[in-house]
């Protein structure tokens, strides 16, 4: 299985939204609503973001939010914030039950 | 509260075989729904996912690394151990376990806590 595509990097000011896709195929992201986000900041462990597309854990802001279009997700997050910065994945199970990750995004705080 | 913490070298060998061992918290590995999994990460490098042991110790591995892969379960020591055999510098990496998110409704595999990780390098 191939790691999903991800741009390398996005970015934005204070305030403003920004989006970060995540793009497979039939046989993970758009074969059923599994995919979930992860945000990590420079040399920590990863955080749970979203869930099953569009689901957050509890503590999460709603500023995080999540969609898919066929074999594409998107995580979207309103209101930027400096402490956003950090490294995004996105992960999809796939049709035989695995997993997959993204190759990460970096979103940069202007 | 749930927490893990991955135990195992920090050094090994070409060829040799790492061993691994996640001793966690919080949750109970017989509880239906319940699951721990393994990622690593090289440095400044992407996320990948490892193998997953579920509850009812189903388990799915890698399909690029399953044949080197093998991870099970002790639900008595609230413990998980992955083994990873011929191991090269390649495979330097930040290894973490997690806890797999469950619960009524929800469909996918997603890690909800994860531990700090444990550095390990392949190096002769």
């Known amino acids: 299985q191939s790691a999903l595509t991800q741009p390398p990097s996005v970015s934005g000011s204070p305030g403003q939204s920004v989006t970060i896709s995540c793009t497979g195929s039939?046989?993970?992201?758009?074969?059923?609503?599994?995919v979930s986000w992860y945000q990590q900041p420079p040399a920590t462990a990863p955080k749970l973001i979203i869930f099953?597309?569009?689901n957050r854990p509890s503590g999460v802001p709603d500023r995080f939010s999540g969609s898919k279009s066929g074999n594409t997700a998107s995580l979207t997050i309103s209101g930027l914030q400096a402490e956003d910065e950090g490294v995004y994945y996105c992960?999809?199970?796939?049709?035989?039950?695995?997993?997959?990750f993204g190759g990460g995004t970096m979103l940069t705080v202007l | 509260q749930i927490t893990l913490k991955e135990s195992g070298p920090t050094l090994v060998k070409p060829t040799q075989t790492l061993t691994l061992t996640c001793t966690f918290s919080?949750?109970?590995?017989?509880?239906?729904?319940?699951?721990v999994g393994w990622v690593r990460q090289p440095p400044g490098k992407a996320l990948e996912w490892l193998a997953l042991?579920?509850?009812?110790?189903?388990?799915r591995y890698s399909p690029s690394l399953r044949t080197r892969l093998t991870i099970t379960k002790d639900t008595a020591k609230n413990q998980v151990v992955l083994t990873m055999t011929n191991m090269d510098p390649v495979d330097t990496a930040t290894y973490y376990c997690?806890?797999?998110?469950?619960?009524?409704?929800?469909?996918?595999?997603?890690?909800?806590?994860w531990g700090q990780g444990t550095r390990v390098t392949v190096s002769s």
């Open positions: 997690a806890h797999r998110l469950y619960g009524w409704g929800i469909r996918g595999d997603s890690f909800d806590v």
């Open positions: 042991i579920y509850w009812n110790d189903e388990k």
């Open positions: 992960s999809s199970n796939t049709g035989s039950r695995t997993l997959v």
């Open positions: 099953d597309v569009i």
């Open positions: 919080g949750f109970s590995l017989s509880s239906s729904g319940a699951g």
């Open positions: 039939s046989n993970d992201v758009g074969d059923s609503n599994r």
